[in-house]
């Protein structure tokens, strides 16, 4: 089983419409990512979680919002969706003695949303 | 200006030969660097970081940093077919919000 699991793996959906991106993981870390990536744009910042109590906002964080449900559960919605979020989204883990606090270190295969 | 850029490629490279790939950086206060892996499909996945001056050798893989330059680079010895994919440069700045900016990634091609 994958460490980062995210789902739906594909979706696609209509102008409107609200949609929520799930992700767990198995891996015991406590930071949690949203990411999009786009072509020409890379990967973006949405929002970031370091514990349950612990949710910050990236760059990118409009029309968005998510949910830490547990340490191991990160849910990311879209609460009317427009077809410029159009994009695949990445779910990423890191561990405190990591890299940094804010560099993903294991990512999920990834959602690719589709807004009509 | 992009805060990290990266020639989009596609680097095309024959089996055996010295892959180099490039970034530049913009803002001096970025402090260290990262180099992902990914293939087409795929996520990223985390496959050097480097912190200081100079040279990190892991495997086939040395990741270079010049800081009064503001580029880092990656090259990849004894490239091998496998070794296609796109590999996105990250940085990330110092202070009270780290922020990582990715740059678009270039993709390489190994020849057979």
């Known amino acids: 089983d994958a460490d980062v699991t995210q789902t739906p793996r594909n979706r696609i959906t209509k102008t409107g419409k609200r949609i929520m991106l799930e992700c767990s993981q198995t891996?015991?870390?406590?930071?949690m990512y949203w990411y999009r990536q786009d072509p020409g744009l890379g990967l973006r910042l949405i929002y970031y979680s370091f514990d349950v109590k612990d949710i910050n906002k990236g760059e990118i964080s409009d029309g968005y919002s998510v949910s830490r449900q547990a340490q191991a559960k990160f849910s990311l919605s879209l609460e009317s969706a427009i077809p410029n979020q159009t994009a695949l989204y990445f779910c990423a883990t890191s561990d405190t003695p990591g890299q940094g606090p804010f560099i993903p270190q294991h990512f999920g295969d990834g959602t690719r949303l589709s807004i009509l | 200006q992009k805060e990290v850029e990266q020639n989009s490629g596609p680097l095309s490279v024959p089996e055996g030969a010295i892959a180099s790939l490039n970034c530049t950086y913009s803002?001096?206060?970025?402090?260290?660097f990262f180099w992902y892996r990914q293939y087409s499909g795929k996520s990223p996945e985390l496959i050097m970081s480097?912190?200081?001056?100079g040279d990190k050798e892991d495997g086939r893989f040395t990741a270079q940093l010049n800081k009064a330059s503001q580029y880092v680079s990656l090259l990849i010895r004894d490239s091998q077919p496998s070794d296609s994919a796109t590999y996105l440069c990250a940085s990330l700045k110092a202070g009270g919000y780290q922020k990582v900016t990715f740059g678009t990634g270039t993709k390489l091609q190994v020849i057979p």
């Open positions: 891996k015991g870390h406590d930071r």
């Open positions: 803002d001096r206060v970025s402090q260290s």
């Open positions: 480097i912190y200081s001056n």
